[in-house]
C-alpha cells in the first residue's frame, strides 16, 4: 500500500486516481499509523515552500516522513514535494527543508532568459543523467508536465535527470530510497503513469 501524505498541500486525489490505473493500492492520509505501515510513501505539493513545510511541521508528519526515509522506506516527492526534500530554500526568504537529500531550491529568474515565462508552465523532455530504476519503462527525451518557478541547485550528485528550459534545470533526483520529480507525474500522460509504475515496484533500503 502506498500513503499519499495529505497535509493540506497538493493534487491529491489526481494522484490515487493515477496510482489506482496502474492497479496501485494507494490511500491519502494524515494518519502516522497508516502512513509508518505503508510500503511507500508519496509527499505531494502545490503553493509556496514555506507554507508547506509550516503545514508538514505543525501535522506532526515531518518527522515521521524523515524517519521513514531513515528506514528504508522508498519516497517520492512530487513538484513542491520533492524542493522539500533539499536542505533549505530561497523562497521569499530562507527556509529549511527536510534535509534528505542534499542541495537547495533557488528562483529560475535570473537563471534562464528573459524572454521565456515564470513559471515555467508546459510540457518538456527528460534528459537522462545517471541511470534508475523510476525510468526503467520510459526513454530519454520523453516528456513531461512541469509547473514551477524554482529548481533544486547544487545537488549534482543526486540528479538523475535535467530538462532545458533556456538553461539546463533539475527534474528528477534520488539518493538511495528517495526520490523525487520535479514535473507532475500524474499529469504527464502514459510517461507519468509508467514512471509512478516502476516507483510502485521500487524496493525499500536495507
Keep these: 500500500m502506498i500513503a499519499i501524505i495529505d497535509y493540506g498541500v497538493g493534487n491529491l486525489f489526481s494522484l490515487k486516481s493515477s ?3 496502474i492497479g496501485a493500492e494507494a490511500v491519502v492520509t494524515r494518519d502516522e499509523t497508516l502512513i509508518r505501515s505503508a510500503d ?15 503545514k508538514l511541521r ?3 508528519l515531518a518527522e515521521v516522513v524523515k524517519e521513514e526515509a531513515a528506514d528504508g522506506k522508498p519516497l517520492l516527492g512530487i513538484c ?11 523562497e521569499y ?18 537563471v534562464i532568459p528573459r ?6 508552465i508546459g510540457w518538456n523532455a527528460l534528459h537522462f543523467k545517471k541511470s534508475c530504476p523510476l525510468f526503467k519503462y520510459i526513454s530519454d527525451g520523453d516528456c513531461v508536465y512541469f509547473v514551477h518557478s524554482y529548481y ?10 535535467t530538462a532545458e528550459y533556456g538553461a539546463e534545470l533539475t527534474a528528477a533526483v534520488a539518493s538511495g530510497n528517495v526520490f523525487g520529480c520535479q514535473f507532475h507525474p500524474e499529469k504527464s500522460g502514459g510517461v507519468g ?6 516507483f510502485c515496484e521500487s524496493e525499500a533500503a536495507e
Excluded at 537529500?101 to 529560475?108: A, H, R
Excluded at 524572454?115 to 515555467?120: A, E, N, R, V
Excluded at 547544487?154 to 540528479?159: M, W
Design 193 to 198: 503513469l509508467s514512471i509512478l509504475r516502476a
Design 58 to 60: 505543525d501535522s506532526g
Design 19 to 21: 496510482l489506482a490505473a
Design 40 to 54: 511507500k510513501i508519496i509527499l505531494p505539493g502545490v503553493g509556496a515552500f514555506e507554507d508547506a513545510m509550516n
Design 93 to 110: 526568504g530562507e527556509h529549511e527543508g527536510l534535509g534528505l537529500i542534499k542541495g537547495q531550491v533557488v528562483p529560475m529568474e535570473g
Design 80 to 90: 513542491l514535494g520533492m524542493q522539500m526534500l533539499f536542505d533549505r530554500s530561497f
Design 152 to 161: 533544486a541547485s547544487d545537488c549534482d550528485d543526486a540528479v538523475i535527470a
Design 115 to 120: 524572454s521565456l515565462k515564470i513559471p515555467h
